[in-house]
């Protein structure tokens, strides 16, 4: 006969859900519940400030009114990201079509942010925020950390072998062809 083993117990004596590893901490239902009830009165404030109803928002974002309802309700928990990105995304494309005068800054700012996360026009990916001032940065960067750890030393040996050389040998090469 085996034994089964304890279940683990969380913070107040409820046990913990299978899908918890051991010595992680599960976050606790009323902060989930505040983060949302506040994320739905900020959407049903911006809804109001737009004009619109549920009904035109939920058609918009192409979701149904309830869901938008159990959202800015906080009924519903496990609302779906993807219902909630729906929405966010409906909400900037109004805030767009306003008189930017109309709308602060800081309102501005989070609509472009947004941007970031909605699918640009008719294609299936999402616009990409550029990581670094220049593309060769970035290039340079993710192909470091392609580079087996090992090999990393020799990695920037070569680089600045090369930074080395471009700055004594390009003024040469540019003289000569001066001349």
Do not use: C
Request: proline letters at 7%; a positive charge; glycine letters at 8%.
């Amino acid at each position: 006969m085996s034994r089964r083993p304890s279940p683990r117990v969380l913070e107040g004596g409820a046990p913990a859900p299978p899908d918890i590893p051991g010595g992680h901490r599960r976050i606790e239902e009323p902060v989930w519940r505040v983060w949302m009830q506040d994320l739905g009165r900020r959407q049903r404030r911006v809804r109001e400030f737009l004009g619109l109803s549920q009904e035109q928002l939920a058609r918009l974002a192409g979701v149904s009114q309830g869901a938008l309802s159990r959202l800015e309700t906080a009924k519903g928990l496990a609302t779906p990201l993807l219902i909630i990105l729906k929405i966010n995304a409906a909400l900037a494309r109004e805030l767009r079509k306003l008189d930017p005068a109309l709308v602060s800054a800081e309102l501005r700012e989070a609509v472009e942010l947004q941007g970031a996360l909605t699918p640009s026009g008719t294609a299936l990916g999402f616009r990409d925020l550029p990581l670094a001032q220049d593309e060769g940065l970035e290039e340079l960067v993710r192909l470091y950390r392609e580079t087996p750890e090992r090999h990393r030393a020799g990695v920037l040996s070569v680089v600045r072998a090369m930074v080395r050389g471009v700055t004594t040998v390009l003024p040469l090469v540019l003289a000569m062809l001066v001349v």
